[in-house]
Each structure stands twice: as structure tokens, then as C-alpha cells.
């Protein structure tokens, strides 16, 4: 028959052919012939035929492009959806289908149909159940970011375990985490997990699949911690206490001796460690992450803090850790001096993260923006540990003064 004669379904549910694999296909073609013929119905014109399977091989034979090729006309499917049920079975039966082929088959087979799912999954041979997951497995995928659409498998655990996950992008992030065993696929985990997740941002969420903070950590963190600041502003103001410092109503020693100017926040830093780095020193340490990554090299220090040289050494010789440690101290004592407590800190802070592997669990991020969000609240969530067990520990070191001054005080009037 005459490719000419021959028209492609216009209803074909598989959109995406790779025109490498087509074209590969298209010279074997050429070299020994077309072995397996189409298969084609007539139109009611008379004239032409419908392709009803060989939508690859139609492709190729049209890329040589070959005038005659070897066909098998079927006089026995006269309508559309007979000719959409028949490709699906050919199809089927070759196992021929990528799981996305299939999803889109089995959507395009309803549609074409009108049959409900039950009817459909006789005439298929197969359970409803599968119809249904199908059906929504091909809806859910539409949502999907396009590097995902033909790589991240929805199988019918997965869609039913994150089903109860009404913000898509947190479910889509979820079946990711399931398909990369980054969480457990138990219904309970998943639950829990969504319940706490959905209530904050983006960042936190990748924090969480990449193990880099638990769902304690971003709880204490994100919600814990604004809700009690929030709280203690109020209080705060509600005292007075800088109206009355200001009049003269109390002295500096009551003012500092009240209840509310003792109390201890429960994880708020002063400052957060991401916003005391530059964004060009943020990302000249993402970038010595990434190459530490790559040449397996790297104790990591900033030795010139206007620059922030990172200096690698190799991992297993630990003489050399030793040899620079000197040379780290005095360093870092001189930045102290120049950039204050919290800069250098806060440059320790990511040159630790940089060293211990954090920065380099975040690159598989396609969102650049959203890899540099997750770095620093997991950076900052850091710091602000490192803050508040030194804001106690300081706290501590005072009383504990105060109670020996008092006490040689005491045994001096003794005296």
C-alpha cells in the first residue's frame, strides 16, 4: 500500500517518540526492509486507511521515506473505539508500554469509549481497581513538573499511601521521597510526616527527605519558636517595663532583675547565621562544597574573611590537620577582632556544613533558589543551636559567679 494512502490516528495517546531511536529505527528500515506490517482499517471514504498499530515503525518509514510499505487491513474494526481498544491489546500483549504509555492508553480508551470503568475492565480482561489507578495515575502525572513526567513511577501503593495529601506539590515531593526511599512506605509515617509538613514552606521539606533535619527540629524551629517569641513580645510590651526604665519608675537593676529579662528563649538566635554571610560568600562555599565533593579532597577553613578562600586538605592525612591548626587559631582570633563573635561563627558554622557533607546532600535540587533556601535553614537551624547553648551556658557561668562572689562576701562579714 502507498504510505501516502496511509493517515496516523489523530487520537494516537502516545505523544513522545525519541527521534534518536526513530531514526536508528528508520536505517534498519532501510537496510533490510519493513519486516512487520501495519496494521490499518478503511475509512468510510473508501480511499484512505487508518493506522490502528505501528505508530513507530508509520514514523520511520515516512523519515527514509519509503513509498510502498507492507500492510494488514483490518475490515472487522469499523469505528474508533474498536480501533483504540485493538491497539491497546496489540500493545499490551508486545508489553510495549512505558508506564506513562500506558496510563495515557488507558485514559484515552475511556474517553474514546464512554464505557464505564467495569465494562471497560471486562472487555480488558483486568480488575476495575487497575482501570481506576490508571485513571487517576494519568491525571496526577498532568501535575507533574516536566523532568518528572516520564521518570517518576506512580504505582498504585505509592498514589494510595500519599492519597490523603491535598497540596499536590507536597504530594509530588512525597512520591519522590517514596520512590527514593528517603521515607518509610508505611500509611501511619507518611500521615504523620504530611501533617506537619504541609504547614511549612518548600525549604523545610527538602531539609526533611534529605535527613538533614528531623520533623522534631522544623517543629521547634519553625513553629515553636515564632509562636513563643510572638508571645513574649506581647508580654513584654504589655509590662511596660522600657515606659518605666524611661520615667524613672525603676531602677536599671530591677529593670534587668525582672522575670521577663531572664527568661530564656527557647531557640532564637540573635542573628541568623544566613544573613550574616553575604549572598556571594554563601555561594563561593556551595561552590567549594560541591567541588570537595567531586575530587574527594577537604578539611575545610576560611582563611582571608573579606574573600573567603576555602583551603582543602586531603581527608586521611591527619599530620597536616595538625601542622595548620596553629595557623586556623590565629586566623580565626584575628577575625574575631575584625568581624565580631557572630560573622566568624557564622563562617564556621558553614564551612562545618561544608565539610560534613549538607551542602552537598542539597545538589540534586533542580530549583537553584529553593537548594540555597534549604542550606540556610538547615545552616541556621545550626547556628541557632550553637547560640542558644552558649547563651545558657554563659547565663550559667554568671550565676554561678554571682553565687561565689555572694559567698565570699557572706564569710567576709562573717569575719
Not at 138 to 148: D, E, G, S, V
Not at 202 to 211: D, G, L, M, N, S
Not at 230 to 257: C, W
Request: hydrophobic share 35%.
Amino acid at each position: 500500500m502507498k504510505l501516502a494512502d496511509i493517515e496516523p490516528n489523530p487520537k494516537q495517546p502516545r505523544k513522545d517518540f525519541d527521534q534518536d531511536k526513530l531514526q536508528e529505527l528508520a536505517d534498519n528500515i532501510k537496510q533490510v526492509g519493513l519486516k512487520q506490517p501495519l496494521i490499518v482499517r478503511p475509512l468510510k471514504d473508501g480511499k484512505k486507511y487508518q493506522l490502528v498499530d505501528g505508530e513507530r515503525r508509520y514514523r520511520a518509514c515516512k523519515l527514509i521515506p519509503l513509498e510502498d510499505v507492507p500492510v494488514e487491513v483490518r475490515e472487522d474494526i469499523k469505528t474508533e473505539e474498536d480501533a483504540a481498544l485493538q491497539s491497546y491489546i496489540i500493545n499490551d500483549q508486545r508489553q510495549n508500554y512505558s508506564p506513562q504509555d500506558k496510563e495515557a492508553y488507558i485514559y484515552h480508551l475511556k474517553e474514546v469509549t464512554k464505557l464505564s470503568t467495569r465494562k471497560l475492565a471486562a472487555k480488558l480482561g483486568v480488575h476495575h481497581s487497575a482501570i481506576d489507578h490508571y485513571l487517576e495515575a494519568y491525571r496526577f502525572r498532568q501535575k507533574l513538573p516536566a523532568y518528572l513526567v516520564g521518570t517518576l513511577p506512580l504505582t498504585f501503593s505509592m498514589l494510595k499511601q500519599t492519597a490523603g495529601i491535598k497540596d499536590d506539590n507536597l504530594r509530588i515531593t512525597m512520591l519522590q521521597a517514596l520512590h527514593d526511599k528517603r521515607i518509610k512506605a508505611d500509611a501511619y509515617e507518611i500521615a504523620l510526616v504530611a501533617n506537619t509538613l504541609w504547614k511549612l514552606p518548600r525549604e523545610a521539606w527538602e531539609a526533611y527527605f534529605r535527613k538533614l533535619m528531623t520533623l522534631e527540629e522544623l517543629e521547634e524551629y519553625l513553629i515553636k519558636n515564632p509562636k513563643y517569641m510572638h508571645d513574649y513580645e506581647k508580654k513584654f510590651e504589655e509590662s511596660g517595663l522600657d515606659k518605666k526604665l524611661k520615667e524613672g519608675k525603676i531602677t536599671e537593676e530591677e529593670y534587668y532583675a525582672h522575670p521577663l529579662n531572664n527568661q530564656i528563649p527557647v531557640l532564637v538566635p540573635t542573628e541568623k547565621s544566613s544573613e550574616l554571610l553575604t549572598k556571594e560568600e554563601k555561594e563561593h562555599i556551595v561552590s567549594a562544597a560541591d567541588l570537595i565533593k567531586e575530587d574527594r579532597t577537604g578539611i575545610v577553613y576560611i582563611q582571608n574573611p573579606d574573600t573567603l578562600k576555602i583551603h582543602k586538605f586531603t581527608w586521611d592525612i591527619e599530620k597536616e590537620r595538625q601542622a595548620n591548626w596553629c595557623q586556623i587559631k590565629k586566623n580565626r582570633e584575628e577575625m574575631t577582632e575584625k568581624h565580631g563573635l557572630l560573622k566568624v561563627e557564622a563562617m564556621v558554622e558553614w564551612g562545618m556544613a561544608c565539610e560534613d557533607g549538607v551542602i552537598q546532600a542539597t545538589e540534586d535540587i533542580e530549583d537553584l533558589d529553593l537548594r540555597m533556601r534549604t542550606i540556610e535553614l538547615v545552616i541556621d537551624y545550626r547556628f541557632a543551636k550553637w547560640v542558644d547553648k552558649a547563651f545558657k551556658a554563659n547565663n550559667d557561668a554568671e550565676d554561678e559567679e554571682d553565687t561565689i562572689m555572694d559567698l565570699k562576701t557572706e564569710q567576709m562579714n562573717k569575719k
